[in-house]
């Protein structure tokens, strides 16, 4: 199955700060998605993106499917970004669909 | 985006029992799976939740411990039988459209087993 690497695990950042994290994967995929787990335990759609760039207000999102990874940027970091970030990717072709997770960054953000 | 409601939030069960967990999509969605996020780690398919039939369960994961119903297109439930403190997790719901567009995910369902 395809293999999903995310990096750092871990990043601690003062508020006001960049980050830039990271997810590669081993194959093609059509669909890539990030995600923000909240401490609840719910997750959080951040950006649906196989291919591409998007942005929403302060992150934003770039997919190089060609060289199979994607980063995910974070501005002006606020102590609600807090948080484990999940990358997902799936090959999907008729009705086999598997979306697989990385390991996920937890991202601290102090005040 | 999708609508997907799964209940109970969260409970607290004795071992050896069972607790059914319910999940209930709107109508954008067409695929249903449900995960496993086991304390500190990340999600694991458990199985694929199909109309009509029986589930499609990835490695590792049984039908006798986790029998999972979909009567129809938008409900279904997972069921945790014969629970374990090993079972203490999070149990998500997810719902994609026809093909595997964007996933939605449900709230959760945070189990321990004591």
């Known amino acids: 199955g395809i293999q999903v690497e995310q990096s750092p695990p871990d990043l601690i950042l003062q508020e006001g700060a960049n980050s830039t994290l990271r997810c590669n994967f081993s194959?093609?995929?059509?669909?890539l998605q990030w995600f923000h787990q909240n401490p609840w335990g719910q997750l959080i759609n951040l950006f649906y993106?196989?291919?591409g760039t998007k942005q929403n207000g302060r992150l934003s999102a770039t997919t190089v499917a060609t060289e199979r990874y994607s980063l995910l940027y974070i501005s002006s970091s606020q102590t609600t970004d807090s948080g484990v970030y999940f990358c997902?990717?799936?090959?999907?072709?008729?009705?086999?669909?598997?979306?697989?997770f990385g390991k996920g960054t937890l991202l601290t953000v102090n005040p | 985006s999708a609508v997907i409601s799964q209940k109970p939030s969260r409970d607290i069960c004795q071992r050896g029992t069972s607790l059914t967990i319910q999940c209930q999509v709107d109508?954008?969605?067409?695929?249903m799976f449900w995960y496993r996020q086991q304390p500190g780690q990340s999600l694991t398919l458990i199985a694929t939740?199909?109309?009509?039939?029986?589930?499609?369960?990835e490695s590792g994961f049984v039908i006798d411990k986790f029998p999972i119903s979909r009567p129809n297109l938008t409900f279904s439930t997972l069921t945790v039988s014969n629970m374990s403190p090993e079972d203490s997790s999070i149990y998500l719901c997810?719902?994609?459209?026809?093909?595997?567009?964007?996933?939605?995910f449900g709230q959760g369902t945070r189990l321990t087993v004591v």
């Open positions: 939740a199909n109309q009509g039939s029986e589930a499609t369960y």
């Open positions: 109508s954008q969605v067409t695929m």
């Open positions: 997810s719902g994609a459209g026809r093909g595997g567009t964007e996933a939605f």
């Open positions: 997902a990717v799936a090959y999907s072709g008729g009705s086999n669909y598997k979306l697989t």
């Open positions: 194959d093609s995929v059509n669909n």
């Open positions: 993106i196989p291919s």
